[in-house]
Each structure stands twice: as C-alpha cells, then as structure tokens.
C-alpha cells in the first residue's frame, strides 16, 4: 500500500482584535470541518482566546504563538490586542508593531510548511511572506462585498470632493445601486477638517498601512468574505467582475457553531452565565426582548448611555443591554451614566450585562425581537443569520456601509439617525425620545411585521447557503479544490529560503 496523502494545511493569521479573530477561529472550524489540517498563528497574550473554546472541541486546531515587540514600539507591557487601546495614538502604534511581525511570521511558516495562508487585509507584508514560500495567500477581510465595493469607488472616484457641507448628500458612482452618503460619514481625513498635527500624523500613519493593504491584495491569490452570494448577489458580481477579484463567500461563519456551549464560548469571557441568560430570556414571550450592544471597540459616553437608559424603559420593552466597561462604567453601584433608581425599576424586565455577552446565544433565542447594533459586520451578519430585525447605530469604520445594506438594500432594519463616523460616542448623539420611538416602530405595527418577514426570509436564505450544496458549502468547496491543487512550478526557491532562515537562525 501507498503512503497515505498528505492533508492540506492551512495558517491562519488573524489581526489581533476580537471582531478578527472571532470570525478567523469559525473559519478555522470549517477548514477543520472539511478534514483540513489548520493552524491559527497569534501572540501570546492572545493564545487563549482560541485555546480557551477549543478545549473540549472536536475541532483539531493548532496554535502557533510568535511574540509580539510591545516594548520595542513604546506600547505598555501586556497590551497586545486592538480592543485594549484607549487613544489613536496608542491605536497607530499597535498597528506598527504588527508590521514588525514578518520575520516571525516567516519562521512559523519554515516550521509548519502549510499550504496556504490566511492573512488579515492589515497585514500587508504577509502577502511577500507567502510568495516567499510558494504558497497562494488569501485575504481576509472581516467584512462584506457591499462595504468592500464602497471603500473602492469612494478611493477611485472621491465623490465626497464635490459638495459643500458635511451634511449634503452625493451619489457614489458606478454602482448596481443609487448609494446616497454624506462627509459626516466619512473619517476626518475625508472630510478635510483641520486637525492638530499629532491627528494628522495618526490618519496619515493609518491610511499608509491601509493603501498598503489594498495593493498587496491586488497581488493576493483571492479573498475570503464572511457572507452568503444571496444575501449581496450584486455586489458580489461587481466585486469579481467589475473591480476584477477572486472571491469565495463562505458565511456565516458563526453558523459553524451549532452547540450552545460553542455560541457561548465565542470571544472572551462573558459578563454572564450561559444558565442564567437562557433562563432569563426563556421567562420572555417571543419576539418581546430588545437587546442592545455596541461591540467591542465603540467607546459611548456617559452623557449617551443615560439616554439609552431612558429610551429603554420608555420604550416598555424588555431588554438586555450590553455596557462595556470604562467610560465611567464600573463594576459595582449606581453609576453616574444610569437614571435614579434606574436598576431597580428595572428589575425583572432589563438585564444589564457589562463587559462580554454571549451575543450567538442570545441573538438565536425566539425571545429577542430586535438588535439595537453599532453595525460592525460580525454583530450585523449574526443578527441577520438569526433573522433579528436590526436598529442600526454606525459609529465608524464601515460600518456606516453596513446600515445603508440593511436599512436601503435588504430592507431589515431601521436606522437611528446617527450621522458622525467617530469611534467615540460624545455627548448625546441620539436622544431618548429617538430611541423610544425607533425601538417601537420595529416591535409593532405593520412596518415592524414587514421587517420582521423579510428578516425571516433572509435567514433560511444563509442557512441554506450553509447546507449541502448551498452557496457557501459550494464556494467552500470550490476554494479548498484550488488550493489543494495549487500549482507550484519549482521547489527551488523554497529550498533556498530554508536554507536562508535556517543560516539566519544560527547566527542569531
């Protein structure tokens, strides 16, 4: 008998931040799925994020950890993860420290020999390491083909030059769809306000990474996009047809985790007990609860959350509203962002979680009638897959593009209001009577039914695509078959890189 053939190995290498790596661990678990043999490379500090849910798993990832140079780019010892930064400028430094990351990542790849790497968009470099070796990179994104066609025709066309004011709309050309934006939606580089020099330098240092990114991903053997062809058809197209790239949609990702312990161990630890949630939201009628997160980067103020208090509760609905901590939210007490006597009117009928929330579990119960959302692709593309009606609430990044998917294209959703792209929710953005209202427009009434209905119908269109045959079972399968049968024209300069890092290694 004949050796057995080797498995496909596949590295992943995920921008350490939890909206990265939460999607980068399912993908893992579907390459897992499909008898891939998979590796996740990331830092120490990082490790148990993957470690921790992998425990009792019947997924056989691996975990290669490379340092990170905290030290060595004047970041504070022990910061080694996006979520952990509270200024830009710490934020700018963190993002050139994982350019620092080559050389180890080099190693690892000597060490594992895989034969593809799944690289983060913002590790530009990855895409030099991969030739290096041989092996096809593919990127990944951490959004949808809509925001991606977007960012393009927003770069190529600069639409934004031709009005006025922050608030004037202009069209973004060259679409499938009229997309209707303003500058207050766009970062302050766009919009060309005055900033003080350091500002300047940070968006400066940002956006050299980011064009960085976009060309090694023009020289990338394709992408990898967490979502379903059905639910963006023509976006889809347009981004492999029009802007000419290779993709393979293979969403929901999140899809993958179909135990309530793996909903629950997703991300970091939660603020709350996967019993006590349940048993909560079990107590509820269907469709009756609100929930409420801004993710894991959105920084809201104080003045911002007493007003979401408000609304709640004069909304009447139940709620569970997800509060991270900082920005004046301790642990314990009567804190200064919540109305007198708030917590104890609300017993029994809101449930306050601060920190991390088991989102999957929560959004996937029959109790939850709406997601009030920051818009960030993960927390979108969940409530979709759990056909939630969605409230949206952009903040910055693209997710802006993501509540004009869901509120103008998908019709799913209702929108806020909100109108400046800011990481930092300052004073009083929406006001609580906004709030009230928008909550009971998508709970009652007609509208709410017509959301609701095409919500439903939205999500057996993703659990389809995740079944036998459907579009992102199809597409999976698709890619693993180019890459398992990747041509490599020679071995020869692999040979030479061995011999090159092994030489390096012994001189130290």
Known sequence: MGAEPQRLHIALFPLMAAGHMIPILDIAKLFSSYNLKTTIITTPLNASFFTKPLQNSKHNIGIEIIPFPSKEMGLPEGIENFDQFTSDEMSIKFLNATQQLQHS????????????????????????VAAKFNIPRVVFHGTNYFSQCLTHAMIKYEPYKSVL????????PNLPHQILHTK??????????KRDHDEDDQSGEFMKVFVQALEAEEKSYGIIVNSFYELEPDYAEHYRKVMGRKAWSIGPVSMCNREIEDKFQRGKDSGIGSHLCLEWLGSRKPNSVVYVCFGSLAEVSSLQLYQIALGLEASGYDFIWV???????????????????????????????????????ILDHEAVGAF????????????????????????????????ILVTQV?????????????????????????????????????EALEIRSRANKVKELARKAIEVGGSSYVNMCSLIQELST???????RALVLEEELQSNVALG
């Open 372 to 403: 009030v959302t920051h818009c960030g692709w993960n927390s979108t593309l969940e409530g979709i897959s759990c056909g939630v009606p969605l409230v949206t609430w952009p903040v910055f990044a693209e997710q802006f593009y993501n509540e």
């Open 486 to 492: 990747y041509d490599v024209t020679t071995k020869t």
């Open 323 to 361: 509060v991270r901590r900082g920005s004046g939210v301790d642990e314990e007490g009567e804190e200064e962002w919540l109305p007198l006597g708030f917590e104890k009117r609300m017993e029994g009928k809101g449930l306050i979680i601060k920190g991390w929330a088991p989102q999957m579990l």
């Open 105 to 128: 990542l080099e190693q690892v790849l000597l060490k594992c020999k895989p034969n593809c790497l799944v690289s983060d968009m913002l590790f530009p470099f990855s895409v030099d």
């Open 410 to 446: 998908l019709k799913i959703g209702i929108s806020t209001g909100a109108k400046e792209w800011n990481r930092k929710v300052e004073g009083v953005i929406v006001k609580w009577e906004d709030i009230k209202e928008v909550i009971r427009r998508i709970m009652m009434g007609d």
């Open 184 to 193: 207050s939606r766009l970062p302050s580089i766009m919009r060309g306000e």
């Open 165 to 172: 004011s922050n608030e004037e709309e202009f069209v973004i």
